[in-house]
């Protein structure tokens, strides 16, 4: 979030940077399930490739995808208690934090009117 303070100080929620940040977040997940996805070992199937280099290849595949595979379910953590999940969360519970509160403030100063 940009200028999270402004000129008086004050802490500033701005709800269009929140959900720019709730999407670049669900961007992020979707790019480790595409490129998890993309670098499936099972998928090499190439007849150019032969012996030690295909062995050595597919082996690294192997790492890649199983790192990205850890990463994916850390981050996902089986829905709500992943990475992403949680963060989201976290960022739409402040922003109605905030609004709550602008709320309340607006109706106290209407009623003193």
Same mark, same amino acid.
């Given at each position: 979030?940009?200028?999270? +303070? ?17 999407? %670049?977040?669900? %961007? ?6 595409? =490129? *998890? =996805?993309?670098? %499936? ?13 295909? @062995? =050595? +290849?597919? %082996? ?11 990463? *994916?379910?850390?981050? @996902? ?7 992403? =999940?949680?963060?989201?969360? +976290? ?23």
């Amino acid at each position: 979030m940009s200028g999270l +303070f402004n000129s008086l100080g004050k802490i500033v929620i701005d709800v269009l940077e929140a959900q720019h940040d709730t999407r %670049n977040i669900e %961007n992020a997940r979707a790019k480790i399930a595409e =490129a *998890s =996805a993309l670098l %499936n070992p099972n998928k090499l199937a190439d007849d150019r490739m032969r012996g030690a280099t295909r @062995d =050595a +290849f597919g %082996n690294l595949l192997e790492t890649v995808h199983r790192e990205l595979k850890e990463m *994916s379910e850390e981050v @996902d953590g089986g829905g709500r208690r992943g990475i992403f =999940a949680r963060l989201r969360n +976290f960022i739409n519970s402040v922003v109605e934090t905030y609004q709550r509160i602008d709320r309340e403030f607006r109706d106290k100063m209407r009623s003193r009117s």
